[in-house]
């Protein structure tokens, strides 16, 4: 079992930067992959980005890239979401989730462990 605790959501203005942390506990944060998925308003939950055991793979959604960088720090069982440029369509409740297989990184259904939500919202 892996418990994810989600932090550092909040307002941000257009254009500006906010950083996400998971906390892990529970179980070896090396044996899990992990993910960042959001969901808007109305909308059906998406991938944003996911990360391999060792950090060594990132994966990201097209709209995205560039602006986002995920990253983990196993020593302190922590996983990052760096989100710059930021856009009113970024605008969701933000997920972190952990996946034993990764087998298809962006695919909801793969990620074991999920987070409980930290909401970002992009607005003048």
């Known amino acids: 079992q892996v418990q994810l605790v989600e932090s550092g959501g909040g307002l941000v203005q257009p254009g500006g930067s906010l950083g996400l942390s998971c906390a892990a506990s529970?179980?070896?944060?090396?044996?899990?992959?992990m993910g960042w998925f959001r969901q808007a308003p109305g909308k059906e939950r998406e991938f944003v980005a996911a990360i391999g055991w060792i950090g060594g793979s990132r994966y990201y959604t097209d709209s995205v890239k560039g602006r986002f960088t995920i990253s983990r720090d196993n020593t302190e069982n922590t996983l990052y979401l760096q989100m710059n440029s930021l856009k009113p369509e970024d605008t969701a409740v933000y997920y972190c989730?952990?996946?034993?297989?990764?087998?298809?990184?962006?695919?909801?259904?793969?990620?074991?462990?999920w987070g409980q939500g930290t909401q970002v919202t992009v607005s003048s």
């Open positions: 529970g179980s070896t944060f090396t044996n899990y992959a």
């Open positions: 989730a952990a996946s034993r297989l990764f087998r298809v990184y962006n695919s909801d259904s793969e990620y074991d462990y």
